[in-house]
């Protein structure tokens, strides 16, 4: 299982053609804009989504920074998705 950091709504797509069922998805800096385009559920890192005035919908579920160190712990493998 893997963790899935989406920093730039552009790499949603071709992260979402590489990760697995059971992956982690998180949506970190611009990454928060691609939310309402996804239809499985991701962690959103809840400041960057206040600084942007995202709400999140009921599918996905806040996080703070403690919460995102917490998933980089449980998760052997963590990939990055960049701008």
Same mark, same amino acid.
């Given at each position: 299982?893997?963790?899935?950091?989406?920093?730039?709504?552009?790499? !949603?797509?071709?992260?979402?053609?590489? &990760?697995?069922?059971?992956?982690? !998805?998180?949506? +970190?800096?611009?990454?928060?804009n691609?939310?309402?385009?996804?239809?499985?559920?991701?962690? +959103?890192?809840?400041s960057?989504?206040?600084?942007?005035?995202?709400?999140?919908?009921? !599918?996905h579920?806040? +996080?703070?920074?403690?919460?995102? &160190?917490?998933?980089?712990?449980?998760h052997?493998?963590?990939?990055?998705?960049?701008a």
């Open positions: 299982m893997a963790l899935h950091l989406i920093f730039h709504s552009g790499s !949603l797509q071709d992260c979402l053609m590489s &990760a697995d069922p059971g992956d982690d !998805l998180v949506l +970190i800096g611009d990454g928060v691609a939310q309402e385009e996804l239809s499985v559920a991701a962690f +959103i890192l809840e960057d989504a206040e600084s942007r005035g995202k709400m999140v919908p009921s !599918l579920k806040y +996080i703070n920074t403690a919460g995102l &160190a917490d998933l980089t712990e449980k052997e493998k963590i990939v990055s998705w960049p």
